[in-house]
């Protein structure tokens, strides 16, 4: 069984570099085309921020895109997501998911990881 | 890109059927059968429902349907019970290759 993991600060200084881990577990990272990262504000409905394939290529959403970089690592496993100039906006549950058994949709969700964003 | 349009609630008695729509244009929902809907619990990842529009992942009740019609997606879930009280999001694959969610909807059992 396939689980996710993510992983890293919880508190972010405004104008800083929001940095996170997913830790694969359970199963290879090569052994699934795409891996996302999805963020939900408190109180409001998810966004989705970008994905990577195994190859490294990556999809960004449009209002994210100047800042989100994300990475692969195929020697730990794990999948990475740089967010740059942060604000307030920018808190939220960050959440990392991939299709696993199927395409095109998310059926496995790490459990999330409160990131805030305050002097 | 923009939310998909969801209602913020709908609710039903138990054993009722209650149907959510998701509204979206022909470069997302009406142009790719890549519709998703997700359950989420307070405090809890969402859960995958629904898939390519309508297809149930293995352990989801079968009272849980999807369907499409043009730009609007909807999810139905039949014989309601207390437990399926909870949000509830679509998503879609879209055009320029990402993911758009819904605005999301809150299912209330009386």
């Known amino acids: 069984q396939v689980q996710l993991q993510e992983s890293g600060p919880g508190l972010v200084k405004p104008s800083g570099t929001l940095s996170l881990t997913c830790a694969v577990s359970?199963?290879?990272?090569?052994?699934?085309?795409?891996w996302s990262w999805v963020r939900q504000p408190p109180g409001k409905g998810p966004e989705w921020i970008g994905e990577?394939?195994?190859?490294?290529?990556?999809n960004y959403n449009p209002s994210l895109k100047s800042r989100v970089t994300i990475s692969i690592d195929k020697s730990k496993n794990q999948f990475s997501l740089n967010l740059s100039s942060v604000t307030a906006a920018d808190t939220a549950v960050y959440y990392c998911?991939?299709?696993?058994?199927?395409?095109?949709?998310?059926?496995?969700w790490g459990q999330g990881t409160l990131v805030i964003v305050s002097s | 890109q923009s939310a998909l349009t969801q209602p913020a609630s709908v609710s039903g008695s138990p054993g009722q059927s209650i149907t959510i729509s998701c509204t979206g244009t022909?470069?997302?929902?009406?142009?790719?059968?890549?519709v998703s809907w997700y359950q989420q619990n307070p405090g809890k990842a969402p859960k995958l429902m629904i898939c390519g529009v309508s297809y149930r992942p293995s352990g989801v009740s079968n009272r849980f349907s999807g369907s499409k019609s043009g730009n609007t997606a909807s999810l139905t879930i039949s014989g309601l019970q207390a437990e399926d009280e909870a949000d509830y999001y679509c998503?879609?694959?879209?055009?320029?290759?990402?993911?758009?969610f819904g605005s999301g909807t809150k299912v209330t059992v009386l």
């Open positions: 998503s879609s694959y879209t055009s320029i290759n990402t993911y758009v």
């Open positions: 359970g199963g290879s990272i090569s052994g699934t085309n795409w």
């Open positions: 998911a991939s299709g696993i058994t199927r395409g095109w949709t998310f059926d496995y």
């Open positions: 022909s470069s997302d929902v009406g142009g790719y059968n890549y």
């Open positions: 990577i394939h195994r190859s490294g290529s990556t």
